[in-house]
């Protein structure tokens, strides 16, 4: 589902993002993207997304090449992957059903199938209940629910998640975890970038640390990858 094959991204001479970064994760996987403050986690989600090209190397997704993908289809890719971001990046001035609406909206499917695909979103995030509500009058982790009904809404095959926890208190991170755990059981390929090694630990999950741009572990916990 994801390929980086050697991929370096340099910004300018001093400064190198990543490094002949090398993985790969499969359809389905749950996989967690951790390292420092500027070890290039954003870089290489950036990269993912479209939103910036390697310097070097080959990035593939879906068994498409992003590096030589024309301009014209970039909207067409990212229609395929679902982006939770840390601060949800809702409308306020929206209800939740519209804030989970919008993706739908953009593609232009027909107003009938938005009502069913937005209740199913909800529904699975369990605030199908609130989607009248003002996303203000909900609490962080509702709020970061909405963000990911959204993400998910046109059922992309990818689901990115930058920090999606970081807001939020050890039980509620579960909770968020638990979910993107569910939709990786149902085929989405999920890589969640975080720092909260605790929560990494508890998952058991995979695990790519990224050091000063370079990939120095792609095992199953942290403590297995260390002893590679």
Known sequence: MIEFQQVSKRYDSDHTALKQVNFHLSRGELAFLTGHSGAGKSTLLKLIMLMERPSAGQVVVGGQVLNTLPRRQVPYIRRHIGVVFQNHQLLFDRTVFDNVAMPLEVMGVPAGDIGRRVRA????????????????????????????????????????????????????????????????????????????????????????????????????????????
């Open 121 to 228: 979103a909800l529904d699975k995030v369990g605030l199908l209940n609130k989607e009248r509500m003002n996303p203000m009058q909900l609490s962080g982790g509702e709020q970061q629910r909405v963000g990911i009904a959204r993400a998910v809404v046109n059922k992309p095959p990818l689901l990115l998640a930058d920090e999606p926890t970081g807001n939020l208190d050890p039980e509620l991170s579960a909770d968020i975890m638990h979910l993107f755990e569910q939709f990786s059981q149902v085929g989405v390929t999920v890589l969640i970038a975080s720092h909260d090694i605790a929560l990494i630990d508890a998952m058991g999950r995979r695990t790519l640390t990224l050091e000063q741009g370079r990939l120095v572990a792609s095992g199953a916990t942290m403590e297995s990858a260390d002893g590679h």
